[in-house]
């Protein structure tokens, strides 16, 4: 199993552009999320997913979207990106389907906005 | 909201030796507490976790311990090796109550010096 894929690995955008973050899961997991990482801030939850077709809104939804149409698949989109949207993105997912229970992460997404 | 926070920030410790980190959370209903190990350009990794109804629990050189009264728990890793180098996350949250936001604290650098 490769576990959590997230692509690209890196990315620049100027400010306004849009993107989408992928994220991909081969463990039959439920419940997936999607977390950014900045200096000193520790993890912080943007949005969330407990099923296909099921979304919820996180710590700092803000200026993010996302979709869940298959159980593998969990992408972020940023609409218009801005440079506060610097950071460090990170999805997880968990066998439980209503918890955060037992996260596996992907590698992470280094995204710089300009 | 749950607020966790985490002491020391940075922690050097020769090879051989122990190293304890420890958080404290608010929350007195925060019945679950995970640790992730992040590796550098890694995403986190679960590598212990405990709930409420236990009071310490160890898998090899790995332990937590949990003191609910005082609202804190510890990461205890003993013969510390050089592979342990890394940013460790502690987070708690409240299972069973829905709102699906785990609370992660800033992270500790542990520095292993061989």
């Known amino acids: 199993n490769a576990g959590v894929t997230q692509t690209p690995k890196f990315q620049v955008l100027k400010t306004g552009q849009s993107m989408t973050l992928q994220c991909a899961q081969d463990?039959?997991?439920?419940?997936m999320s999607w977390y950014r990482q900045d200096p000193g801030m520790g993890l912080r939850l943007i949005h969330y997913s407990v099923g296909a077709g099921i979304t919820d809104q996180g710590e700092v939804p803000n200026g993010y979207n996302v979709s869940r149409s298959t159980t593998e698949d969990f992408p972020l989109r940023l609409l218009s990106a801005a440079p506060s949207q610097t950071s460090v993105y990170f999805c997880?997912?968990?066998?439980?389907?209503?918890?955060?229970?037992?996260?596996?992460f992907g590698s992470g997404t280094q995204l710089s906005v300009l | 909201g749950e607020n966790v926070e985490q002491h020391p920030s940075t922690l050097s410790v020769q090879e051989g030796d122990s190293a304890v980190i420890k958080c404290t959370y608010s929350d007195s209903a925060s019945n679950y507490f995970p640790w992730y190990k992040q590796e550098l350009g890694k995403g986190p990794q679960l590598i212990i976790d405990?709930?409420?109804?236990?009071g310490e629990k160890k898998d090899q050189r790995i332990a937590v311990t949990l003191n609910k009264t005082a609202k804190h728990f510890s990461l205890h890793i003993t013969e510390t090796q050089p592979e342990d180098s890394a940013v460790y996350f502690c987070a708690a949250i409240t299972l069973g109550r829905g709102n699906n936001r785990l609370a992660f604290g800033k992270g500790n650098q542990v520095v292993v010096i061989p």
């Open positions: 463990m039959n997991h439920e419940y």
């Open positions: 997880a997912s968990s066998p439980g389907q209503t918890t955060n229970e037992k996260l596996f």
């Open positions: 405990i709930r409420s109804n236990v």
